[in-house]
């Protein structure tokens, strides 16, 4: 293929790919009910389905607004060979690839988030503080941005500079020792994720004694559950939505739950909600999810050693000459098709293990108290409660409310 060729291969791509989500997102829009469903009836009176509805109708016209303007400025770039601009702006001020490289991702990154920053304020501090999720101050939302950026150079340029080292050196066998290298990192944020990131940005602290936690060991008793390291996370400094989720292998494993949801439910629901998080342990979901991630990168950067030493998809973006960054930027929007089947398949998967998570907490607790606590989550955080199926598929890694209560109840 030519490089005009290319360049009009990714912007269809582009294109394509904006109208499937605007395809999606309509069809999840004209699926909302009036009504609540007859089987929902009683989760919400009017007046908060009415709050759920026009929620979800805000959140659907920004994601439209930010997602016509995203694509429109990828695919103005694009055409006038933007990005090329950009690398041969840099050509005189850094003579090494490898950091010439890291100097590209780095300016597009400030670019990207100085663009981006605007919007991320307006749903942060206009849509989720009209319908009262915000506690993030603004004091906050900047030192966010600071510690986002200071992680992104010292991890992003560690590893950015290790992988185009790799790839500069050991050229089409590149993806083999990627690979590696990206499996062990991918390791390390598992085993390590609560232990060194997550406490950079929230608050970690052990549940406290009570009758809470006696009931939780009684019950990790009963499952023979190894229960060490739970902890509550102060989620509410910058939320009222509520959460809980399991991490971490082996002895460095912890199960967190935010203080919003310690606060707006039942002890029986906590356990409940507990048990559910044991059940992604002892059904495995978290190593099976390790594996098939990295059988993933595996695909990925295979094909992507097929294409990233091609000069042409370089001078498609606007460069003179081979580029490697220029390639990853151009392999990124080729492997959409590709990335959106394999997403796909893993929502699909995690909505498998979220059913059987669900099962193991209903039949080794209860599942009344469960799913009383999804049915209060849901009211919480106003959620859809009859989006399209063609968009759960696309979108959802969990099941939907009714689904998993309709599951529950067949047990």
Do not use: C
């Not at 929230?202 to 009931?215: A, S, Y």
């Not at 001078?315 to 003179?320: S, V």
């Amino acid at each position: 293929m030519s490089a005009d060729q290319l360049l009009y291969l990714l912007i269809g791509i582009v294109v394509l790919d904006y109208g499937i989500d605007q395809v999606l997102d309509f069809l999840n829009q004209k699926h909302a009910k009036g009504e609540v469903p007859e089987k929902l009836k009683g989760i919400y009176n009017e007046e908060e389905y009415a709050k759920s509805q026009a929620y979800q109708k805000a959140r659907s016209r920004f994601g439209f607004l930010t997602s016509a303007f995203s694509t429109s400025v990828t695919l103005v770039v694009l055409y006038f060979g933007g990005f090329g601009y950009l690398d041969q702006f840099l050509t005189p001020y850094v003579s090494d690839p490898i950091l010439k490289s890291l100097a590209f991702f780095g300016v597009l990154f400030i670019l990207s988030d100085i663009v981006n920053t605007p919007f991320s304020y307006y749903s942060t501090f206009v849509i989720e503080e009209r319908f009262g999720f915000n506690k993030t101050t603004l004091k906050l939302f900047v030192i966010d941005k600071l510690k986002g950026y200071l992680l992104t150079i010292i991890l992003g340029g560690l590893i950015g500079y290790a992988l185009l080292w790799i790839v500069h050196e050991l050229g089409n066998d590149f993806w083999i020792y990627a690979l590696i290298l990206i499996s062990g990192v991918m390791l390390f944020m598992n085993l390590f994720y609560t232990s060194l990131f997550l406490p950079l940005f929230n608050k970690l602290t052990p549940l406290e004694d009570g009758p809470l936690k006696d009931k939780i060991n009684a019950y990790a008793e009963k499952v023979s559950f190894p229960l060490d390291n739970i902890y509550v996370i102060d989620g509410s400094k910058r939320s009222t939505k509520a959460n809980a989720f399991f991490s971490g292998l082996g002895k460095k494993k912890k199960i967190v739950l935010y203080d919003t949801l310690i606060n707006n439910h039942s002890e029986e629901e906590l356990v409940a909600v507990l048990a559910h998080e044991v059940g992604h342990f002892k059904k495995k979901h978290i190593i099976s999810g390790l594996v098939l991630g990295i059988v993933q990168m595996a695909v990925t950067l295979f094909v992507m050693s097929l294409l990233i030493f091609n000069e042409q998809l370089s001078i498609a973006l606007g460069g003179n000459e081979l580029s490697i960054h220029l390639n990853f930027i151009a392999f990124g929007l080729l492997y959409t098709p590709i990335s959106r089947l394999t997403g796909l398949f893993m929502n699909m998967l995690s909505r498998k293990n979220e059913y059987e998570a669900d099962e193991f907490a209903a039949t080794t607790y209860e599942a009344k108290p469960l799913m009383e606590a999804l049915k209060n989550l849901s009211v919480s955080s106003l959620s859809n409660l009859t989006p399209h199926p063609l968009y759960v598929k696309a979108h959802y890694s969990h099941p939907t409310l009714l689904q998993r209560l309709e599951a529950m109840e067949k047990l």
